[in-house]
Structure formats: C-alpha cells, structure tokens
C-alpha cells in the first residue's frame, strides 16, 4: 500500500514532535548537538573504504563495461566514445567524507576544493585497466563531472596523475552555470556515437532523473531496466548523491540537521 503525501507530512510532523521531546535534558537544554552531523554517514564511509564487496561491485562493474564495448558493433559512421562521470564513477573521493566525519561537519566548497586541488584521489579498482583498454581499440572517453569549472586544472592533473586516457580540456567537461549534463552530453553526441554512460547517480545517464522525487526515479528505474549493464553501467555509492539531496531530503537544502535526522527516521520502512 503507497503512503500518502499527507500521511507522510503527518508522519513528518509526528518525528519531529518526537525528537524535539527526547532530545531535552531535564535541566531543560538540548542534546542534539551531542550527535555527531554525520554520524549517519559512517558505515556507508566505512563499507565504500573497507569492504571486499565494495571492491568487487566495482571491478563487476568494468567487467560488464569491458564485454559492452570489445562486443558492441557500431550502428553510425561517427567515431565510438564513452560517456563518464568523475567522482565516484573513476575517482575515489571518500577521505573527503571521512574528513567530514572526522571533524564533524557537512559538506563545505572550499573544503572540496581544497581536497581537489591535492590531487590524491585515487582510482576506482579496475578504472585504470578499462579505461586504458578503451582508448587501445580507439574509444575516445569524455569524463562529465559536476565538479566546478575552476577545478579543470587539478582535476586534469589528478587523472594525469593515474595514467588515465584523454585527460585533456577536450575531454573533460565540467559544471559552469548548471548541474544538469544533458547539454554536455549533447556535445559529445553531435560528433560521436556513445557506447556508454557511466556513473554513481542516475542523472549522470538521463535527464529524465533530474530533480525528481523518489518515488518518479523509481518509477523511471523500472521503465528502463534493460538499459542497465547494457548502456548504462552504475556504481554504487552509498555516501552521497541525488537520492539523498533530491530524493530523502526532496531538494531542501533549507533543513537543518535535526531536520534530516528526523526526515531519515520517517522515510525509514519497518515491519514494526
């Protein structure tokens, strides 16, 4: 049975009544700053860093990606490309989020900035080969990225860095004035038939998951299930994305920590 927009506002409303309650001391005062803000992040740090599992969905991942493109026959005269995303997708950002953790805040540009500009992220396991790979049969990958514009320099020298293909201003597009990629994508598709689209966030394949509710790219999920491991390969990321920022928290940057913990707890499914 669906949950109503209603009965989840009333459900909302009712969180939020609760926490507000257990969280008073009885001297009057509130403890909810003794709860870490990214507390909740932890384990999906953790298991990204720490686990065989993680590893392996990844080297899965280029596996499928590695018998897509040695097995597909071109449908155009148009030279053969690959569409990617960066974070997460190619490179490994998450001693990023384990300093978020580590020094207990949320996400803040200029230390996202300061972290690209070390140039340490490593690769994903197996990226490196695949990527490689691609170029050898003549596969020409353009990595889109919503890392900043003013971030091409260390980021071109961060891929540079790894020994991956096309690391270039030709082949690296990334975010000026919006988050949305189809226009980008566009540009890659004007001149070269694309093989594959590559990435950790749904949007990173089609705007038809732009700013959508959970439930809608579920729903699209579903309509396009053939497409994944065939034109779109997908990789887990459990730490940040748009299900969390455009899904959980319904495109609110508005709420305040308390907020989301509370909105977690409500949109949390339970058979008690």
């Known amino acids: 049975m669906r949950t109503s927009k209603s009965s989840f506002s009333i459900l909302f409303i009712l969180a939020l009544s609760i926490v507000g309650c257990t969280n008073s001391k009885t001297d009057g005062s509130s403890n909810a700053s003794e709860i870490p803000i990214r507390e909740h992040s932890i384990s999906a740090v953790l298991w990204q860093q ?15 990606a590695t018998m897509r493109i040695t097995r597909m026959e071109s449908t ?8 990617t995303d960066l974070d ?10 384990g300093m978020q953790i580590k020094e207990d805040q949320d996400f803040d540009l200029e230390d996202w900035f300061e972290w690209g500009k070390l140039q340490n992220a490593n690769a994903l396991p197996g990226a490196v080969q695949f990527f490689n790979l691609a170029d050898s049969l003549g596969i020409e990958v ?5 890392r900043n514009e003013e971030q091409l320099d260390e980021t071109i020298a961060n891929l540079k860095t790894l020994n991956l293909p096309n690391a270039d201003t030709s082949h690296v597009f990334l975010k000026t004035n919006t988050s949305e990629k189809q226009e980008r994508r566009n540009r890659v598709l004007e001149n070269y038939e694309v093989m594959l689209y590559m990435g950790d966030n749904l949007s990173d394949f089609s705007s038809v998951f732009d700013n959508q509710s959970t439930e809608s790219r579920n729903q699209s999920v579903d309509q396009m299930q053939e497409l994944f491991g065939d034109k779109f390969i997908v990789f887990p990321n459990p730490m940040y ?10 495109n609110n ?20």
Do not use: C, H, M
Not at 76 to 83: G, K, M, R, T
């Open 50 to 64: 720490k686990s065989a599992e993680y590893r392996a969905l990844s080297y899965q991942a280029f596996n499928i």
């Open 76 to 83: 155009s005269d148009n030279p053969l490309a690959i569409v």
């Open 88 to 97: 997460e997708t190619v490179l490994d950002n998450s001693p990023f989020n």
């Open 142 to 146: 353009f990595y889109i990225s919503n």
């Open 241 to 250: 994305g748009d299900w969390e920022s455009k899904g959980i928290y319904e």
């Open 253 to 272: 940057r508005a709420w305040s920590d308390q907020q989301k913990d509370s909105i977690r707890q409500a949109k949390i499914n339970s058979y008690k």
